[in-house]
């Protein structure tokens, strides 16, 4: 009996978890450094119609590390959602969304799409936070696309639905991102005041696998019948541009068309300023 207990207490202090959660800790003070002293930025992903035009972008965050290198929001953001400093990162990447918009007129960068936090979005500030970052900046609101999860709507299905029309009437556009991989229950999408959905790349990337193949075309068949717009994202081959094309998707992102690039590089990509109007 005291042999077993001994072992499984043991089992508690296995020194591979004591160094997951010092590694953890370091990233996460780590990371806290990183938003004071300014090593994040907004490397910006455009979005292309059937044409290759650039219709809009999303702003995904990056954080150059000082000996890491590039650390990918797929590591860091799970790790700050865990804490406060989601907030303070959604609200620094909100600011420089609305900063980009500014520079950019609409004819050159439509608009813009930001990834939205479920905890970020549960803040009972969450919408004055969008709305006094949209005013101060003085961009049409329109411009601005929220894209949420499907988790930010388990928990409380109704005090999502009641956020999301008070962000509808500041005027944002709403997105369902990754829309597929969560608990996407059809009935929830009827009552959502939203404005278009993102097919995961996952979906995308596994088109020659026939159940993924359907998967995409019953999305795109959902948002036409809600008259939602659809985007493909990690659309990187012209036999995926091809079948989501044949399906009714109009509007695409993925290396093929373009990388995530940085403010400058994505000026550079987009039509030359017209200084006449
Ligand atoms: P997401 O919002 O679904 O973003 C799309 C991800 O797919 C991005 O990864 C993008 O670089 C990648 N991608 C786009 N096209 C292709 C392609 O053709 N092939 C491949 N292999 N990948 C492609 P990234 O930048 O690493 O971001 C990962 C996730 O981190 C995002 O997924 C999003 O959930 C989260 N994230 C990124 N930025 C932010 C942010 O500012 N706030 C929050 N809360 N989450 C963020
Ligand atoms: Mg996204
Ligand atoms: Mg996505
Ligand atoms: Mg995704």
Same mark, same amino acid.
């Given at each position: 009996q005291a042999k077993t207990q001994g072992r499984s207490r043991v089992c508690c202090y296995q020194p591979s978890m004591q160094i997951e959660v010092e590694r953890r800790l370091a990233l996460e003070s780590d990371l806290r450094r990183a938003i004071e002293d300014d090593r994040l930025s907004l490397h910006y992903q455009p979005q292309v119609d059937a044409y290759g035009v650039i219709v809009g972008a999303e702003a995904l965050l990056r954080w150059e590390h000082e000996t890491r290198g590039s650390v990918s929001p797929a590591e860091f953001i799970p790790l700050a959602e865990e804490s406060n400093l989601i907030v303070e990162l959604g609200e620094w990447v909100l600011r420089e969304a609305c900063r980009c918009l500014q520079a950019l007129d609409a004819e050159r960068l439509p608009r813009l799409s930001i990834n939205i936090s479920p905890r970020h979005f549960g803040e009972s500030d969450f919408v004055t936070c969008i709305e006094r970052a949209v005013g101060s900046s003085?961009?049409?609101?329109?411009r601005l696309f929220l894209e949420l999860t499907e988790g930010v709507l388990i928990d409380h299905l109704q005090g999502a639905v009641d956020k999301m029309r008070e962000l509808k009437r500041i005027g944002v556009g709403l997105a369902i991102d990754?829309?597929?991989?969560? @608990? $996407? $229950?059809? $009935? @929830?999408l009827r009552r959502l005041p939203l404005d278009e959905l993102k097919i995961d790349r996952s979906f995308v990337q596994e088109l020659d696998d026939p159940n993924d193949a359907a998967i995409v075309q019953t999305i795109i068949a959902i948002s036409q019948h809600l008259a939602l717009d659809v985007v493909a994202e990690g659309v990187e081959t012209d036999d995926q541009l091809a079948f989501l094309s044949a399906n009714g998707c109009e509007r695409f992102q993925g290396f093929f068309f373009?990388?995530?690039?940085?403010f400058s590089a994505l000026a550079r990509v987009l039509p030359a300023p017209n200084y006449m109007t």
């Open positions: 003085g961009i049409a609101p329109e990754d829309f597929g991989v969560g @608990y $996407s $229950s059809l $009935s @929830y373009h990388r995530p690039l940085t």
